[in-house]
Protein backbone atom coordinates (compact mmCIF):
# COMPACT_ATOMS: atom_id res chain seq x y z
CA UNK A 1 0.00 0.00 0.00
CA UNK A 2 2.07 3.14 -1.09
CA UNK A 3 -0.66 5.67 1.16
CA UNK A 4 1.26 4.10 4.35
CA UNK A 5 4.36 3.71 2.62
CA UNK A 6 4.16 7.29 2.63
CA UNK A 7 2.30 7.71 6.11
CA UNK A 8 5.23 5.12 7.27
CA UNK A 9 7.81 8.00 5.83
CA UNK A 10 5.88 10.99 7.21
CA UNK A 11 6.11 9.28 10.94
CA UNK A 12 9.86 8.14 10.37
CA UNK A 13 10.47 11.54 9.40
CA UNK A 14 9.42 12.86 13.09
CA UNK A 15 11.23 10.22 15.06
CA UNK A 16 14.45 10.11 13.21
CA UNK A 17 14.55 14.39 13.32
CA UNK A 18 14.05 13.60 17.11
CA UNK A 19 10.78 15.76 17.25
CA UNK A 20 9.15 13.11 19.14
CA UNK A 21 11.61 13.48 21.64
CA UNK A 22 11.61 16.59 22.24
CA UNK A 23 8.13 17.16 22.17
CA UNK A 24 8.13 14.36 24.94
CA UNK A 25 10.58 16.49 26.77
CA UNK A 26 8.26 19.61 26.77
CA UNK A 27 5.33 17.81 27.50
CA UNK A 28 7.24 16.13 30.20
CA UNK A 29 8.48 19.62 31.67
CA UNK A 30 4.78 20.89 30.93
CA UNK A 31 3.33 18.31 33.53
CA UNK A 32 5.62 18.30 35.97
CA UNK A 33 5.42 22.02 36.34
CA UNK A 34 1.46 22.13 36.24
CA UNK A 35 1.40 18.64 38.48
CA UNK A 36 3.59 20.98 40.98
CA UNK A 37 0.83 23.74 40.46
CA UNK A 38 -1.86 21.44 41.59
CA UNK A 39 -0.26 20.36 44.18
CA UNK A 40 -0.82 23.57 45.56
CA UNK A 41 -4.51 23.50 45.47
CA UNK A 42 -5.40 21.21 48.55
CA UNK A 43 -3.52 24.23 50.95
CA UNK A 44 -5.38 27.22 49.37
CA UNK A 45 -6.98 29.03 52.35
CA UNK A 46 -9.59 31.41 53.66
CA UNK A 47 -8.39 34.74 54.79
CA UNK A 48 -8.96 33.27 58.23
CA UNK A 49 -6.68 30.67 57.77
CA UNK A 50 -9.26 28.10 57.73
CA UNK A 51 -8.80 25.65 53.92
CA UNK A 52 -10.95 25.89 51.18
CA UNK A 53 -13.15 23.11 51.43
CA UNK A 54 -13.17 19.89 49.03
CA UNK A 55 -15.63 21.48 46.71
CA UNK A 56 -14.15 24.52 46.81
CA UNK A 57 -11.04 22.82 45.70
CA UNK A 58 -12.44 20.75 42.83
CA UNK A 59 -14.29 24.05 41.36
CA UNK A 60 -10.22 25.30 41.14
CA UNK A 61 -8.73 22.88 40.37
CA UNK A 62 -11.50 22.40 36.99
CA UNK A 63 -11.11 25.83 36.49
CA UNK A 64 -7.23 25.89 36.46
CA UNK A 65 -7.20 22.82 34.43
CA UNK A 66 -9.83 24.61 31.74
CA UNK A 67 -7.10 27.48 31.69
CA UNK A 68 -3.95 25.21 31.50
CA UNK A 69 -5.87 22.87 28.79
CA UNK A 70 -6.43 26.34 26.89
CA UNK A 71 -2.31 27.34 26.89
CA UNK A 72 -1.97 23.71 26.27
CA UNK A 73 -3.94 23.87 23.10
CA UNK A 74 -2.63 27.41 21.54
CA UNK A 75 1.03 26.06 21.93
CA UNK A 76 -0.40 22.52 20.37
CA UNK A 77 -2.30 24.18 17.09
CA UNK A 78 0.55 25.95 16.48
CA UNK A 79 3.00 23.18 16.56
CA UNK A 80 0.07 20.98 14.36
CA UNK A 81 0.08 23.99 11.94
CA UNK A 82 3.75 23.80 11.48
CA UNK A 83 3.80 20.21 11.34
CA UNK A 84 1.73 19.53 8.60
CA UNK A 85 1.93 22.47 6.38
CA UNK A 86 5.73 21.27 5.99
CA UNK A 87 4.71 17.89 4.94
CA UNK A 88 4.33 18.40 1.71
CA UNK A 89 5.09 22.06 1.07
CA UNK A 90 8.89 21.49 1.63
CA UNK A 91 9.15 18.32 -0.27
CA UNK A 92 7.49 20.32 -2.93
CA UNK A 93 9.77 23.29 -2.65
CA UNK A 94 12.54 20.76 -1.98
CA UNK A 95 12.54 19.23 -5.24
CA UNK A 96 12.05 15.83 -3.02
CA UNK A 97 8.84 15.35 -4.21
CA UNK A 98 9.82 15.10 -7.92
CA UNK A 99 11.85 11.49 -7.25
CA UNK A 100 8.28 10.06 -5.38
CA UNK A 101 5.52 11.64 -7.36
CA UNK A 102 7.25 10.04 -10.69
CA UNK A 103 6.67 6.45 -9.10
CA UNK A 104 3.64 4.92 -9.40
CA UNK A 105 1.56 6.74 -7.02
CA UNK A 106 -1.29 8.85 -7.37
CA UNK A 107 -1.20 12.31 -5.43
CA UNK A 108 -4.30 11.81 -4.31
CA UNK A 109 -2.40 8.43 -2.56
CA UNK A 110 0.28 10.92 -1.69
CA UNK A 111 -1.88 13.52 0.08
CA UNK A 112 -3.86 10.62 2.33
CA UNK A 113 -0.35 9.36 3.45
CA UNK A 114 1.03 12.58 4.68
CA UNK A 115 -2.29 13.31 6.14
CA UNK A 116 -2.69 10.00 8.06
CA UNK A 117 1.15 10.45 8.88
CA UNK A 118 0.20 13.61 10.33
CA UNK A 119 -2.56 12.89 12.04
CA UNK A 120 -1.39 9.91 13.80
CA UNK A 121 1.55 12.31 14.89
CA UNK A 122 -1.61 14.95 16.23
CA UNK A 123 -2.95 12.43 18.33
CA UNK A 124 0.32 10.79 19.44
CA UNK A 125 1.11 14.49 20.55
CA UNK A 126 -2.46 15.02 22.26
CA UNK A 127 -4.08 12.12 23.53
CA UNK A 128 -0.81 11.27 25.76
CA UNK A 129 -0.54 14.51 27.59
CA UNK A 130 -3.75 15.21 28.01
CA UNK A 131 -4.57 11.69 29.69
CA UNK A 132 -1.51 12.35 31.71
CA UNK A 133 -2.17 16.17 32.79
CA UNK A 134 -5.98 14.57 33.97
CA UNK A 135 -4.17 11.83 35.68
CA UNK A 136 -1.84 14.72 37.86
CA UNK A 137 -4.99 16.69 38.10
CA UNK A 138 -6.73 13.80 39.76
CA UNK A 139 -3.74 12.43 42.00
CA UNK A 140 -2.63 15.61 43.36
CA UNK A 141 -6.44 17.52 43.74
CA UNK A 142 -8.61 14.16 43.36
CA UNK A 143 -10.40 16.17 40.42
CA UNK A 144 -10.90 14.29 37.66
CA UNK A 145 -13.41 16.11 34.39
CA UNK A 146 -16.85 14.37 34.03
CA UNK A 147 -15.69 13.00 30.27
CA UNK A 148 -12.13 12.71 29.84
CA UNK A 149 -12.94 10.70 26.94
CA UNK A 150 -14.83 13.27 25.06
CA UNK A 151 -12.49 15.52 26.24
CA UNK A 152 -9.53 13.90 24.56
CA UNK A 153 -11.54 13.11 21.39
CA UNK A 154 -12.08 17.26 21.52
CA UNK A 155 -8.53 17.58 21.39
CA UNK A 156 -7.92 15.12 18.54
CA UNK A 157 -10.55 16.45 16.40
CA UNK A 158 -9.49 19.81 17.17
CA UNK A 159 -5.89 19.29 16.17
CA UNK A 160 -6.74 17.49 13.03
CA UNK A 161 -8.96 20.31 11.88
CA UNK A 162 -5.75 22.84 11.95
CA UNK A 163 -3.78 19.65 10.48
CA UNK A 164 -5.79 19.09 7.77
CA UNK A 165 -5.69 23.01 7.07
CA UNK A 166 -1.99 23.74 7.12
CA UNK A 167 -1.58 20.74 5.09
CA UNK A 168 -3.99 21.43 2.57
CA UNK A 169 -2.55 24.59 2.38
CA UNK A 170 0.61 23.40 2.05
CA UNK A 171 -0.04 21.62 -1.09
CA UNK A 172 -0.86 24.75 -2.97
CA UNK A 173 1.50 27.54 -1.12
CA UNK A 174 4.88 27.65 0.84
CA UNK A 175 5.39 25.80 4.44
CA UNK A 176 5.47 28.87 6.49
CA UNK A 177 2.94 30.42 4.72
CA UNK A 178 0.62 27.74 4.76
CA UNK A 179 1.30 27.20 8.77
CA UNK A 180 0.93 30.83 9.59
CA UNK A 181 -2.79 30.72 7.73
CA UNK A 182 -3.28 27.81 9.76
CA UNK A 183 -2.68 29.04 13.37
CA UNK A 184 -4.05 32.62 12.25
CA UNK A 185 -7.41 30.67 11.41
CA UNK A 186 -7.17 28.39 14.61
CA UNK A 187 -6.95 32.10 16.19
CA UNK A 188 -9.55 34.11 14.19
CA UNK A 189 -12.09 31.13 15.27
CA UNK A 190 -11.68 31.10 18.62
CA UNK A 191 -11.93 35.54 18.31
CA UNK A 192 -15.40 34.57 16.26
CA UNK A 193 -16.24 32.36 19.19
CA UNK A 194 -16.34 34.81 21.90
CA UNK A 195 -17.73 37.41 19.65
CA UNK A 196 -21.02 34.94 18.02
CA UNK A 197 -21.20 34.56 21.83
CA UNK A 198 -21.58 38.30 23.06
CA UNK A 199 -23.35 38.96 20.07
CA UNK A 200 -26.21 36.27 21.39
CA UNK A 201 -25.61 38.06 24.68
CA UNK A 202 -26.15 41.69 23.39
CA UNK A 203 -29.24 40.84 21.56
CA UNK A 204 -27.08 41.36 18.05
CA UNK A 205 -27.77 38.74 15.39
CA UNK A 206 -26.16 40.45 12.80
CA UNK A 207 -22.57 39.82 14.66
CA UNK A 208 -23.41 36.23 15.94
CA UNK A 209 -24.71 35.25 12.61
CA UNK A 210 -21.34 36.69 10.71
CA UNK A 211 -19.05 35.11 13.98
CA UNK A 212 -21.21 31.67 13.60
CA UNK A 213 -20.73 32.08 9.52
CA UNK A 214 -16.74 32.76 10.04
CA UNK A 215 -16.95 29.45 13.09
CA UNK A 216 -17.96 27.52 10.39
CA UNK A 217 -15.03 27.23 7.86
CA UNK A 218 -13.15 26.03 10.29
CA UNK A 219 -15.00 24.51 13.63
CA UNK A 220 -12.13 24.28 15.87
CA UNK A 221 -13.89 26.38 18.59
CA UNK A 222 -16.75 24.21 18.83
CA UNK A 223 -14.09 21.41 19.78
CA UNK A 224 -12.47 23.79 22.58
CA UNK A 225 -15.56 24.38 23.64
CA UNK A 226 -15.99 20.28 23.68
CA UNK A 227 -12.95 19.82 25.17
CA UNK A 228 -14.12 22.89 28.18
CA UNK A 229 -17.49 21.03 28.51
CA UNK A 230 -15.55 17.88 29.06
CA UNK A 231 -13.67 19.14 31.58
CA UNK A 232 -15.61 21.37 33.28
CA UNK A 233 -17.45 20.24 36.55
CA UNK A 234 -21.43 18.90 35.75
CA UNK A 235 -22.89 21.58 38.06
CA UNK A 236 -21.63 24.17 35.40
CA UNK A 237 -22.73 22.50 32.99
CA UNK A 238 -26.33 22.10 34.33
CA UNK A 239 -26.28 25.60 35.23
CA UNK A 240 -26.08 26.66 31.33
CA UNK A 241 -28.09 23.48 30.03
CA UNK A 242 -29.76 25.71 27.50
CA UNK A 243 -28.23 27.64 24.56
CA UNK A 244 -30.04 31.19 26.05
CA UNK A 245 -28.76 30.25 28.96
CA UNK A 246 -25.23 29.38 28.11
CA UNK A 247 -25.01 32.71 25.94
CA UNK A 248 -25.98 34.99 28.36
CA UNK A 249 -23.53 33.50 30.57
CA UNK A 250 -20.66 35.68 29.09
CA UNK A 251 -18.18 34.70 26.43
CA UNK A 252 -15.54 32.84 28.41
CA UNK A 253 -18.24 31.16 30.33
CA UNK A 254 -18.88 27.48 30.76
CA UNK A 255 -19.47 25.06 27.66
CA UNK A 256 -22.08 22.72 26.25
CA UNK A 257 -21.42 19.69 24.20
CA UNK A 258 -21.40 19.78 20.34
CA UNK A 259 -24.41 19.37 18.57
CA UNK A 260 -24.69 15.96 16.22
CA UNK A 261 -25.26 18.54 13.27
CA UNK A 262 -21.70 20.52 14.35
CA UNK A 263 -20.24 16.66 14.40
CA UNK A 264 -21.84 15.67 10.48
CA UNK A 265 -20.72 19.29 9.21
CA UNK A 266 -17.04 18.51 10.53
CA UNK A 267 -17.02 15.53 8.94
CA UNK A 268 -17.97 17.41 5.57
CA UNK A 269 -15.15 20.21 6.13
CA UNK A 270 -13.06 17.08 6.45
CA UNK A 271 -13.92 15.48 3.26
CA UNK A 272 -14.35 18.85 1.58
CA UNK A 273 -11.09 20.47 2.31
CA UNK A 274 -9.01 16.88 1.50
CA UNK A 275 -11.07 16.77 -1.79
CA UNK A 276 -10.54 20.81 -2.78
CA UNK A 277 -6.52 19.80 -1.36
CA UNK A 278 -6.58 16.75 -4.03
CA UNK A 279 -7.73 18.32 -7.09
CA UNK A 280 -5.92 21.28 -6.89
CA UNK A 281 -2.38 19.55 -6.19
CA UNK A 282 -3.44 17.05 -9.06
CA UNK A 283 -3.38 19.40 -11.42
CA UNK A 284 -0.05 21.00 -10.20
CA UNK A 285 3.27 21.23 -12.10
CA UNK A 286 5.83 20.36 -10.01
CA UNK B 1 4.83 -7.96 -20.82
CA UNK B 2 5.73 -4.41 -22.47
CA UNK B 3 4.77 -4.24 -26.16
CA UNK B 4 7.39 -3.66 -29.11
CA UNK B 5 6.37 0.30 -28.71
CA UNK B 6 9.41 2.58 -28.74
CA UNK B 7 10.61 3.71 -25.41
CA UNK B 8 9.28 7.10 -25.71
CA UNK B 9 7.16 8.37 -28.72
CA UNK B 10 6.33 11.93 -28.59
CA UNK B 11 3.76 14.04 -31.51
CA UNK B 12 4.02 17.61 -30.70
CA UNK B 13 4.11 17.84 -27.09
CA UNK B 14 4.21 21.39 -25.82
CA UNK B 15 3.85 23.06 -22.91
CA UNK B 16 3.43 26.97 -21.90
CA UNK B 17 2.88 28.55 -18.93
CA UNK B 18 0.57 31.71 -19.87
CA UNK B 19 2.21 33.40 -22.57
CA UNK B 20 5.47 31.45 -22.11
CA UNK B 21 6.25 28.22 -24.21
CA UNK B 22 8.38 25.93 -22.50
CA UNK B 23 8.08 23.42 -25.15
CA UNK B 24 6.71 24.08 -28.23
CA UNK B 25 6.70 21.42 -30.56
CA UNK B 26 8.48 18.04 -29.17
CA UNK B 27 8.41 15.37 -31.44
CA UNK B 28 10.84 12.32 -30.67
CA UNK B 29 11.08 8.54 -30.60
CA UNK B 30 13.31 7.00 -28.40
CA UNK B 31 13.85 3.38 -29.57
CA UNK B 32 13.60 0.14 -26.87
CA UNK B 33 17.46 -0.53 -25.62
CA UNK B 34 19.01 2.83 -26.90
CA UNK B 35 21.09 5.15 -25.02
CA UNK B 36 19.53 8.65 -25.93
CA UNK B 37 21.02 11.95 -25.59
CA UNK B 38 18.45 14.56 -25.44
CA UNK B 39 20.84 18.33 -25.78
CA UNK B 40 19.95 21.59 -25.63
CA UNK B 41 21.03 25.29 -24.06
CA UNK B 42 19.61 26.29 -20.86
CA UNK B 43 16.01 27.34 -21.12
CA UNK B 44 15.62 25.02 -24.41
CA UNK B 45 12.98 22.95 -22.34
CA UNK B 46 14.47 19.58 -21.87
CA UNK B 47 13.85 19.80 -17.81
CA UNK B 48 10.06 20.05 -19.10
CA UNK B 49 10.17 17.97 -21.38
CA UNK B 50 11.25 14.75 -19.46
CA UNK B 51 8.93 16.23 -16.02
CA UNK B 52 6.34 15.89 -18.93
CA UNK B 53 7.25 12.27 -19.70
CA UNK B 54 7.50 11.04 -16.27
CA UNK B 55 4.17 12.83 -14.93
CA UNK B 56 4.94 15.81 -13.15
CA UNK B 57 4.62 18.37 -15.47
CA UNK B 58 0.82 17.98 -17.13
CA UNK B 59 1.52 18.71 -21.19
CA UNK B 60 -0.50 21.79 -22.77
CA UNK B 61 -0.79 19.77 -26.12
CA UNK B 62 0.78 17.14 -28.02
CA UNK B 63 0.94 13.37 -27.08
CA UNK B 64 3.29 11.29 -25.33
CA UNK B 65 3.51 7.63 -24.65
CA UNK B 66 6.05 5.32 -22.91
CA UNK B 67 6.04 1.79 -24.12
CA UNK B 68 2.93 2.68 -26.14
CA UNK B 69 1.09 3.43 -23.21
CA UNK B 70 0.08 7.35 -22.61
CA UNK B 71 2.50 9.22 -20.16
CA UNK B 72 -0.82 9.40 -17.06
CA UNK B 73 -0.94 6.14 -17.19
CA UNK B 74 0.57 5.07 -14.05
CA UNK B 75 1.11 1.09 -14.22
CA UNK B 76 3.50 2.48 -16.77
CA UNK B 77 5.38 3.96 -14.45
CA UNK B 78 6.33 1.21 -12.35
CA UNK B 79 8.51 0.59 -15.29
CA UNK B 80 10.47 3.71 -15.26
CA UNK B 81 13.33 5.42 -13.07
CA UNK B 82 13.83 8.87 -12.84
CA UNK B 83 17.09 11.13 -12.08
CA UNK B 84 15.68 14.26 -11.05
CA UNK B 85 18.63 17.33 -12.25
CA UNK B 86 17.52 18.70 -8.38
CA UNK B 87 17.93 15.29 -6.42
CA UNK B 88 16.90 15.11 -3.00
CA UNK B 89 16.29 12.90 -1.26
CA UNK B 90 15.77 13.06 2.59
CA UNK B 91 18.62 14.27 4.95
CA UNK B 92 17.40 12.66 7.95
CA UNK B 93 17.30 8.56 6.60
CA UNK B 94 19.54 6.43 6.46
CA UNK B 95 20.48 5.28 2.47
CA UNK B 96 18.96 2.57 2.70
CA UNK B 97 15.46 3.56 4.12
CA UNK B 98 15.03 5.97 1.02
CA UNK B 99 15.44 3.14 -1.11
CA UNK B 100 13.00 1.13 1.03
CA UNK B 101 10.96 3.87 0.74
CA UNK B 102 10.93 4.10 -3.15
CA UNK B 103 10.75 -0.02 -3.45
CA UNK B 104 7.60 0.03 -1.48
CA UNK B 105 6.50 3.38 -4.02
CA UNK B 106 7.23 1.21 -6.92
CA UNK B 107 5.56 -1.89 -5.47
CA UNK B 108 8.39 -4.15 -5.24
CA UNK B 109 7.57 -7.49 -2.91
CA UNK B 110 9.15 -6.85 0.39
CA UNK B 111 11.70 -9.98 0.59
CA UNK B 112 12.56 -8.08 -3.28
CA UNK B 113 13.10 -4.90 -1.99
CA UNK B 114 16.28 -5.92 0.54
CA UNK B 115 17.97 -7.75 -2.56
CA UNK B 116 17.43 -4.82 -5.08
CA UNK B 117 18.93 -2.64 -2.43
CA UNK B 118 22.06 -4.54 -2.29
CA UNK B 119 22.23 -4.62 -5.75
CA UNK B 120 22.01 -0.65 -6.67
CA UNK B 121 23.88 0.16 -3.80
CA UNK B 122 26.76 -2.16 -5.23
CA UNK B 123 26.17 -0.68 -8.67
CA UNK B 124 26.56 3.03 -7.26
CA UNK B 125 29.47 2.06 -4.78
CA UNK B 126 27.91 2.65 -1.96
CA UNK B 127 27.22 -0.46 0.07
CA UNK B 128 29.26 0.62 2.72
CA UNK B 129 27.37 3.76 3.67
CA UNK B 130 23.71 2.00 3.26
CA UNK B 131 23.62 2.76 7.08
CA UNK B 132 24.61 6.40 6.82
CA UNK B 133 22.19 9.17 7.24
CA UNK B 134 21.69 10.89 3.67
CA UNK B 135 22.82 14.31 5.15
CA UNK B 136 25.92 12.90 5.87
CA UNK B 137 26.57 12.45 2.31
CA UNK B 138 28.79 14.57 -0.20
CA UNK B 139 27.05 15.91 -3.11
CA UNK B 140 28.19 13.35 -5.14
CA UNK B 141 27.80 10.49 -3.49
CA UNK B 142 23.62 12.02 -2.82
CA UNK B 143 23.69 11.96 -6.82
CA UNK B 144 25.05 8.30 -6.63
CA UNK B 145 22.07 7.76 -4.24
CA UNK B 146 19.75 9.33 -6.53
CA UNK B 147 21.15 7.27 -9.51
CA UNK B 148 20.80 4.19 -7.01
CA UNK B 149 17.04 5.18 -6.80
CA UNK B 150 16.56 5.61 -10.35
CA UNK B 151 17.64 1.93 -10.77
CA UNK B 152 15.57 0.64 -7.79
CA UNK B 153 13.49 -2.29 -9.38
CA UNK B 154 15.37 -2.81 -12.66
CA UNK B 155 13.20 -0.22 -14.72
CA UNK B 156 13.00 -0.52 -18.93
CA UNK B 157 13.70 2.89 -18.96
CA UNK B 158 15.37 5.62 -16.81
CA UNK B 159 15.57 9.22 -17.35
CA UNK B 160 18.67 10.65 -16.01
CA UNK B 161 18.51 14.81 -15.42
CA UNK B 162 22.30 15.60 -15.37
CA UNK B 163 23.62 12.89 -13.44
CA UNK B 164 26.88 13.37 -13.20
CA UNK B 165 26.54 17.70 -12.51
CA UNK B 166 27.79 17.09 -8.92
CA UNK B 167 30.49 13.97 -10.09
CA UNK B 168 34.39 13.99 -9.77
CA UNK B 169 36.21 12.91 -13.04
CA UNK B 170 36.30 9.56 -11.18
CA UNK B 171 32.19 9.16 -10.81
CA UNK B 172 31.94 10.27 -14.54
CA UNK B 173 33.54 7.49 -15.46
CA UNK B 174 31.69 5.52 -13.16
CA UNK B 175 28.61 6.79 -14.38
CA UNK B 176 29.29 5.86 -18.36
CA UNK B 177 29.96 2.18 -17.06
CA UNK B 178 27.02 2.14 -15.46
CA UNK B 179 25.14 3.29 -18.00
CA UNK B 180 26.82 0.78 -20.51
CA UNK B 181 26.01 -1.65 -18.54
CA UNK B 182 22.52 -1.36 -18.13
CA UNK B 183 22.34 -0.81 -21.57
CA UNK B 184 23.76 -3.78 -22.12
CA UNK B 185 20.72 -5.53 -19.68
CA UNK B 186 18.26 -3.97 -22.27
CA UNK B 187 17.64 -0.82 -20.38
CA UNK B 188 16.76 2.18 -22.20
CA UNK B 189 18.41 5.56 -20.91
CA UNK B 190 17.11 8.86 -21.52
CA UNK B 191 20.16 11.41 -20.83
CA UNK B 192 19.57 14.85 -20.36
CA UNK B 193 23.21 16.75 -20.00
CA UNK B 194 24.81 19.67 -20.78
CA UNK B 195 28.38 17.54 -21.17
CA UNK B 196 28.09 16.84 -24.52
CA UNK B 197 31.73 14.78 -24.54
CA UNK B 198 29.66 12.62 -21.83
CA UNK B 199 26.88 12.11 -24.63
CA UNK B 200 29.09 11.54 -27.55
CA UNK B 201 30.67 8.68 -25.79
CA UNK B 202 27.73 6.91 -24.00
CA UNK B 203 24.80 7.56 -26.40
CA UNK B 204 23.54 5.64 -29.34
CA UNK B 205 21.61 8.67 -30.91
CA UNK B 206 20.95 12.45 -29.93
CA UNK B 207 18.38 15.08 -30.19
CA UNK B 208 19.51 18.80 -29.76
CA UNK B 209 16.41 20.90 -28.85
CA UNK B 210 16.24 24.67 -28.78
CA UNK B 211 13.17 26.63 -28.11
CA UNK B 212 11.18 23.76 -27.18
CA UNK B 213 11.39 22.20 -30.46
CA UNK B 214 13.60 19.51 -31.50
CA UNK B 215 16.20 21.18 -34.35
CA UNK B 216 18.36 17.63 -35.03
CA UNK B 217 17.89 14.25 -34.01
CA UNK B 218 20.15 10.96 -35.26
CA UNK B 219 22.72 9.02 -34.40
CA UNK B 220 26.36 10.60 -32.92
CA UNK B 221 27.73 10.40 -36.64
CA UNK B 222 24.37 11.82 -38.35
CA UNK B 223 24.47 14.90 -35.81
CA UNK B 224 27.94 15.34 -35.47
CA UNK B 225 30.03 14.00 -38.22
CA UNK B 226 27.73 16.13 -40.89
CA UNK B 227 30.50 19.50 -40.59
CA UNK B 228 33.54 18.59 -41.57
CA UNK B 229 37.13 20.77 -41.57
CA UNK B 230 40.65 20.75 -42.18
CA UNK B 231 43.27 22.41 -39.90
CA UNK B 232 46.38 23.56 -41.77
CA UNK B 233 49.77 25.05 -40.91
CA UNK B 234 50.88 27.07 -43.87
CA UNK B 235 53.23 29.75 -44.90
CA UNK B 236 52.71 32.13 -47.36
CA UNK B 237 51.10 35.52 -48.77
CA UNK B 238 48.12 35.89 -46.03
CA UNK B 239 45.96 37.38 -49.02
CA UNK B 240 46.28 34.68 -51.53
CA UNK B 241 45.72 31.81 -48.98
CA UNK B 242 42.33 33.30 -47.77
CA UNK B 243 41.82 33.93 -51.50
CA UNK B 244 42.82 30.40 -52.95
CA UNK B 245 40.74 28.42 -49.59
CA UNK B 246 37.88 30.52 -49.42
CA UNK B 247 36.07 28.92 -52.20
CA UNK B 248 36.12 25.58 -50.03
CA UNK B 249 34.89 27.01 -46.81
CA UNK B 250 34.71 29.25 -44.09
CA UNK B 251 38.20 30.16 -43.21
CA UNK B 252 39.42 30.72 -39.66
CA UNK B 253 42.61 31.38 -38.19
CA UNK B 254 43.79 30.93 -35.00
CA UNK B 255 48.34 31.32 -33.87
CA UNK B 256 49.67 29.67 -36.63
CA UNK B 257 46.86 27.13 -37.53
CA UNK B 258 44.26 28.36 -40.64
CA UNK B 259 41.71 25.74 -40.56
CA UNK B 260 38.45 25.73 -43.21
CA UNK B 261 35.35 24.57 -41.62
CA UNK B 262 32.61 22.64 -44.32
CA UNK B 263 35.45 20.57 -46.39
CA UNK B 264 34.58 16.75 -46.51
CA UNK B 265 37.54 14.84 -45.94
CA UNK B 266 37.57 13.71 -49.94
CA UNK B 267 37.78 17.04 -51.01
CA UNK B 268 41.27 17.48 -49.04
CA UNK B 269 43.60 16.50 -51.63
CA UNK B 270 42.14 19.06 -53.93
CA UNK B 271 42.35 21.92 -51.45
CA UNK B 272 45.92 20.77 -50.96
CA UNK B 273 46.39 21.05 -54.62
CA UNK B 274 44.91 24.33 -54.43
CA UNK B 275 47.16 25.95 -52.02
CA UNK B 276 50.65 24.48 -53.59
CA UNK B 277 49.55 25.64 -57.43
CA UNK B 278 49.79 29.03 -55.58
CA UNK B 279 52.76 28.46 -53.95
CA UNK B 280 52.06 28.00 -50.53
CA UNK B 281 53.54 26.06 -48.31
CA UNK B 282 52.19 23.12 -46.26
CA UNK B 283 53.26 22.06 -43.74
CA UNK B 284 50.86 19.88 -41.09
CA UNK B 285 47.77 19.26 -42.74
CA UNK B 286 44.92 17.15 -39.91
CA UNK B 287 41.15 16.75 -41.36
CA UNK B 288 38.60 17.25 -38.77
CA UNK B 289 35.28 15.94 -38.07
CA UNK B 290 33.59 17.94 -36.02
CA UNK B 291 32.89 17.37 -32.33
CA UNK B 292 28.97 17.30 -30.94
CA UNK B 293 30.49 20.17 -28.94
CA UNK B 294 31.12 21.95 -32.45
CA UNK B 295 27.85 20.85 -34.33
CA UNK B 296 25.48 21.65 -30.86
CA UNK B 297 26.61 25.10 -30.83
CA UNK B 298 26.52 25.25 -34.67
CA UNK B 299 23.21 24.51 -34.63
CA UNK B 300 21.74 26.12 -31.23
CA UNK B 301 23.70 29.63 -32.84
CA UNK B 302 21.83 29.01 -35.83
CA UNK B 303 18.63 29.75 -33.86
CA UNK B 304 19.72 32.52 -31.70
Known amino acids: MRILAVARMALSELVERRIVAILGVGVAVFIA ?14 RDGTSIGHAAQLLAA ?21 LAASAIATEVESGLALGILSRPILRVEYIGGKWLGVCFAVLLGALPSVTLEFLVVFWTTGYMPPHPLAALASFAVFGMLVATLALALGTRFGALASAIVGTFGFGLEWIAGITERLGVQWGNDGLANVATAIGLALPTDSYWRAAQWAVQPSVITAAFNTRDAYAKAGPLAGALPPTVAMMLLTALWFLAVLILAMRGFAHRDL | MLSAEPAILTTGLAKSYGATIAVRDLTLRVERGDVFGFLGPNGAGKTTSVKMLVGLVR ?23 YLPELFRYQEWARARDVLRFHGRLIGLEPRAIGREIGRVL ?12 VGSFSKGMQQRLGIATALLGAPDLVFFDEPTSALDPIGRRDVREIIRRIKSEGTTVFLNSHLLTEVAEVCDHVAIVDKGAVIIAGTIDEVAGTARAVRMRLVGDQARIDATLSPFGLVSRSDDWT ?35 ERFLSFVGETR
Open chain 2, 259 to 293: TVTGVAAERVPAVIDALVAVGIRVYHVEPKVATLE
Open chain 2, 122 to 133: DLVSLTERAADR
Open chain 1, 62 to 82: SSILTFVMFLFLFVYAMGVAF
Open chain 2, 59 to 81: PSGGHAALFGKPVDDRRIRTRIG
Open chain 1, 33 to 46: LSAWGFSRIPTFQN
